[in-house]
Each structure stands twice: as structure tokens, then as C-alpha cells.
């Protein structure tokens, strides 16, 4: 019979059996450039998938049919030689059988644990009241009154912080929030439908996180071996601070800023399930509206923040922050340098609202001068990765001269 009998009459595909001949599993009869097919080649098929079925690889399963062909399986040593390798398949597959009952259990342990995440109610977390020294107003650095608080262990929960020139800012549910914020679904960079391994492959992931590991080691211990004010804004696409907090020191005071409320809330419900030792003050504010006493902040995380224009209304994130820093404070960042002018016109192009002055403040040896404008002085800059990967969200495939990554450290002059 032809091939095409062959496949419909074993319900296996032409593709399959040509594999099948190449590998050496079928010998069917070869003349005129096509094969004929005999009934000893569809019981030989059948054998092959009964092998399958039995766990035998496909060299496994040759070796058994050669015996079958040399010797046809009548001599007792020829029996006893495949009895032995059936026994040892069935052992094998007893082992495994044992292995795939731990990994149930396991996963079943797992399953339990992330529906007992889901089902308990998480301890909400307040504002430490050791943050009030922090704060002022924004608007006249005046001093706030709190009003109208919920305090638990410490900790504001609700209430409101009023300036006598009229400034108001809300605490709920431990965060500290401004008025007329907007939704993170506004924002151009933002897809509320995918998830953080469908914009990055699994990859792309392992290699930020090497950057983020290469940022950690950039920071020097003996700067954070005392308790410090420390700051990280904008983490909405990758949150530095909460990957290491427990290798940067949980002696510090932590001010985490964000415009996004929905950002903020998903992020401080994730640190609400962990330690309750760390000292943590959440706010939804813009840059140029923190309530932060001017010169509080000793360090600044820069995980990509300043590369964010949709949280600065397009100004130079450093220079709205330096008020906050005290003198002589530190930054240790990632930040992103554009060698194509063509990669910006694309992402421009995607999103208008950017900056026209986008790509010189990126391009190389941009962002360091405006550090110095800003009144940082330069320490140290890195070399880190290309950026190779495609962003579902950036939707700008790199091709060649591609983007980087760079580490900088800065202090304040």
C-alpha cells in the first residue's frame, strides 16, 4: 500500500511515518521513488506506538524491534533478554510513578499555601507616626496638623494633614494621598492587559535582574550599616526597594512615592502580607507635590525612575528632587542612554506627550550633564547591558545600535 493508505489505514500522519523511516523504525519496501507498505510494516507500527504507550524512547524502542527482526522471538535467551528489558521499563516506571506522587503532594502543599494568601485577610499597615518629623506642607513648608486619625500600634491609619495656608492631604488605609491624582489606565505606557511576563519574556526578566543585582552591589554597605532616610518614586514597572529591602537593612526609613494611587495600593498590600518590622511610609503624591521637609532624604533609588516623564510633567526628575535631599546626600541608579536618534522619533511617534528634548537629555554623556545642572556631583558611571528586548508596551523592536542601561552614583555637591 501507498503512504496515504498507510497513514489513514494506522490513523498516523505521512509526516510522522516518514520520521519513523528516517529514524529506522519502519523498513517499508522503496521502488520507483515511493514506498509500499506491507502488512508486517503496520504491525511494526503498532508495536512502536505500544512501545510509546510503555514509556520507551524511540532508540529504546529500535532496539527492541532489531531484536524482534533478528531473531523473531522464539529462542528462550532471545525472550529472556527482552523480559529483562521490560522489567526494567516497569521499574523505572514504578520510580517514576513514586517521584510524580511527591511532586502532586508538593504542588498540592503549594496550592495550599498561595489559597490560604488569598483567603486571609491581610493586617493592614499604617503611616509610622515617627514619618510626622518628615513631613510638610508643599505648597508654604509649613508645618501639618493631623486630624481626624485612626492610630493603631503606632501607626496612622486614617486621617486628615492640614497647613493653615490650606493644603490637605488624606491618610487611608496607611497611605498618604494628594487631590486630583491621575489613573494609572490614562497613562500611554500602560497596558492594564497584560501581565509583567507577556511584556518581557522570561529572559529579558533574568536580565534585569542582574541589573538590579549589579545596582545592589554598587551601593556602598558601610553608607547604609546606619539607619537612613531612603527614597524610591516611580515603581510602577519594576520595584527595586521591594526586591532587596532585606539586603539594604530593615533599620531604615522608607518613603516609597508614586502619582498612581492603584500603583501604590497593590504595592503596599503586597508589603502589608510580609515583615511588619520594616518602617515604610507610602505616598501617592506627584514629585513636585511630595509633603517632605526639605533636606530629609539621605539616599535615593533611582531603579529607571528618571527615565519616567509621565510621573515629572516632563521635568528632569533629579532637579525636582534635589530640595528633598540633604546635603551631601547619595543616588545609585540605573538610568538609559539613547545612541539612535531614529529609536526616540519611534517612541515619540507612540507617545507624543514625551519631551521634544527627550533624546538629548539620553543621548550619550546627557543625563550626566544634567545631573551637574541639576547640582549633583557625578561619582561614577557603568556600562550595564544593550537593551535587545521588545516591549509589548514600547511596541519599538530594536534591531540595531540599541539603547543601554547604564549604573550612576551622584551626590549632592
Given at each position: 500500500?501507498?503512504?496515504?493508505?498507510?497513514?489513514?489505514?494506522?490513523?498516523?500522519?505521512?509526516?510522522?511515518i516518514?520520521?519513523?523511516?528516517?529514524?529506522?523504525?519502519?523498513?517499508?519496501?522503496?521502488?520507483?521513488?515511493?514506498?509500499?507498505?506491507?502488512?508486517?510494516?503496520?504491525k511494526?507500527?503498532?508495536?512502536?506506538?505500544?512501545?510509546?504507550?510503555?514509556?520507551?524512547?524511540?532508540?529504546?524502542?529500535?532496539?527492541?524491534?532489531?531484536?524482534?527482526?533478528?531473531?523473531?522471538?522464539?529462542?528462550?535467551?532471545?525472550?529472556?533478554?527482552?523480559?529483562?528489558?521490560?522489567?526494567?521499563?516497569?521499574?523505572?516506571?514504578?520510580k517514576?510513578?513514586?517521584?510524580?506522587?511527591?511532586?502532586?503532594?508538593?504542588?498540592?502543599?503549594?496550592?495550599?499555601?498561595?489559597?490560604l494568601?488569598?483567603?486571609?485577610?491581610?493586617?493592614?499597615?499604617?503611616?509610622?507616626?515617627s514619618?510626622?518629623?518628615?513631613?510638610?506642607c508643599?505648597?508654604?513648608?509649613?508645618?501639618?496638623?493631623?486630624?481626624?486619625?485612626v492610630?493603631?500600634?503606632?501607626?496612622?491609619?486614617?486621617?486628615r494633614?492640614?497647613?493653615g495656608?490650606?493644603?490637605?492631604?488624606?491618610?487611608?488605609?496607611?497611605?498618604?494621598?494628594?487631590?486630583?491624582?491621575?489613573?494609572?489606565?490614562?497613562?500611554?505606557?500602560?497596558?492594564?492587559?497584560?501581565?509583567?511576563?507577556?511584556?518581557?519574556?522570561?529572559?529579558?526578566?533574568t536580565?534585569?535582574?542582574k541589573?538590579?543585582?549589579?545596582l545592589?552591589?554598587?551601593?556602598?554597605?558601610?553608607?547604609?550599616?546606619?539607619?537612613?532616610?531612603?527614597i524610591?518614586?516611580?515603581?510602577?514597572?519594576?520595584?527595586?526597594?521591594?526586591?532587596?529591602?532585606?539586603?539594604?537593612?530593615?533599620?531604615h526609613?522608607?518613603?516609597f512615592?508614586?502619582s498612581?494611587?492603584?500603583v501604590?495600593?497593590?504595592?503596599?498590600?503586597?508589603f502589608?502580607?510580609?515583615?511588619d518590622?520594616?518602617?515604610c511610609?507610602?505616598?501617592?503624591?506627584?514629585?513636585?507635590?511630595y509633603?517632605l521637609?526639605?533636606?530629609c532624604?539621605?539616599?535615593?533609588?533611582?531603579y529607571?525612575?528618571?527615565?519616567?516623564?509621565?510621573?515629572?510633567?516632563?521635568?528632569?526628575?533629579?532637579?525636582i528632587?534635589?530640595?528633598?535631599?540633604?546635603?551631601?546626600?547619595?543616588?545609585?541608579?540605573?538610568?538609559?542612554?539613547?545612541?539612535d536618534?531614529?529609536?526616540?522619533?519611534?517612541?515619540?511617534?507612540?507617545?507624543p506627550?514625551?519631551p521634544?528634548?527627550?533624546?538629548?537629555?539620553?543621548?550619550?554623556?546627557?543625563?550626566?550633564?544634567?545631573l551637574?545642572?541639576?547640582?549633583?556631583?557625578?561619582?561614577?558611571?557603568?556600562?550595564?547591558?544593550?537593551?535587545w528586548?521588545t516591549?509589548?508596551?514600547?511596541?519599538?523592536?530594536?534591531?540595531k545600535n540599541?539603547?543601554?542601561?547604564m549604573?550612576?552614583?551622584?551626590?549632592?555637591?
Amino acid at each position: 500500500m501507498k503512504i496515504s493508505e498507510f497513514s489513514n489505514k494506522s490513523n498516523v500522519s505521512e509526516q510522522t511515518i516518514r520520521f519513523y523511516i528516517k529514524k529506522g523504525l519502519l523498513i517499508p519496501l522503496h521502488t520507483s521513488y515511493q514506498y509500499s507498505f506491507s502488512e508486517q510494516d503496520l504491525k511494526d507500527l503498532r508495536y512502536i506506538q505500544s512501545c510509546k504507550r510503555m514509556g520507551f524512547s524511540l532508540e529504546e524502542t529500535l532496539r527492541i524491534l532489531s531484536l524482534h527482526r533478528v531473531a523473531s522471538l522464539h529462542g528462550p535467551k532471545e525472550v529472556s533478554y527482552l523480559l529483562n528489558i521490560l522489567q526494567r521499563k516497569r521499574n523505572e516506571l514504578e520510580k517514576a510513578q513514586e517521584a510524580l506522587k511527591d511532586s502532586i503532594q508538593e504542588l498540592s502543599r503549594s496550592i495550599e499555601e498561595y489559597q490560604l494568601k488569598i483567603s486571609n485577610p491581610v493586617r493592614t499597615s499604617g503611616m509610622p507616626l515617627s514619618f510626622l518629623d518628615l513631613l510638610e506642607c508643599p505648597d508654604c513648608h509649613g508645618a501639618f496638623t493631623l486630624s481626624d486619625a485612626v492610630i493603631r500600634n503606632g501607626q496612622v491609619l486614617s486621617g486628615r494633614l492640614s497647613c493653615g495656608c490650606g493644603a490637605v492631604f488624606t491618610i487611608q488605609d496607611g497611605i498618604l494621598y494628594d487631590k486630583d491624582l491621575p489613573s494609572i489606565l490614562d497613562n500611554s505606557f500602560f497596558n492594564a492587559h497584560t501581565t509583567f511576563l507577556e511584556e518581557y519574556d522570561a529572559q529579558t526578566v533574568t536580565a534585569i535582574k542582574k541589573d538590579e543585582q549589579a545596582l545592589l552591589a554598587l551601593i556602598p554597605k558601610k553608607l547604609i550599616a546606619e539607619p537612613k532616610v531612603i527614597i524610591e518614586t516611580n515603581f510602577k514597572r519594576w520595584f527595586f526597594t521591594a526586591q532587596n529591602i532585606e539586603s539594604i537593612g530593615t533599620q531604615h526609613r522608607y518613603i516609597f512615592a508614586e502619582s498612581y494611587p492603584e500603583v501604590v495600593a497593590y504595592h503596599k498590600s503586597i508589603f502589608d502580607s510580609g515583615d511588619d518590622r520594616r518602617q515604610c511610609l507610602f505616598m501617592a503624591c506627584r514629585p513636585n507635590r511630595y509633603p517632605l521637609r526639605h533636606g530629609c532624604v539621605d539616599l535615593w533609588i533611582d531603579y529607571m525612575d528618571s527615565t519616567d516623564f509621565s510621573e515629572s510633567n516632563c521635568e528632569f526628575l533629579p532637579a525636582i528632587l534635589r530640595a528633598y535631599m540633604k546635603q551631601e546626600a547619595h543616588i545609585y541608579g540605573v538610568s538609559l542612554v539613547i545612541k539612535d536618534p531614529i529609536y526616540f522619533e519611534k517612541l515619540k511617534q507612540l507617545h507624543p506627550e514625551l519631551p521634544d528634548n527627550l533624546y538629548k537629555l539620553y543621548a550619550p554623556g546627557g543625563f550626566e550633564e544634567n545631573l551637574k545642572k541639576a547640582g549633583y556631583q557625578i561619582k561614577d558611571t557603568i556600562f550595564l547591558r544593550n537593551i535587545w528586548e521588545t516591549s509589548a508596551q514600547s511596541g519599538i523592536s530594536v534591531s540595531k545600535n540599541p539603547p543601554y542601561r547604564m549604573l550612576y552614583s551622584a551626590r549632592i555637591k
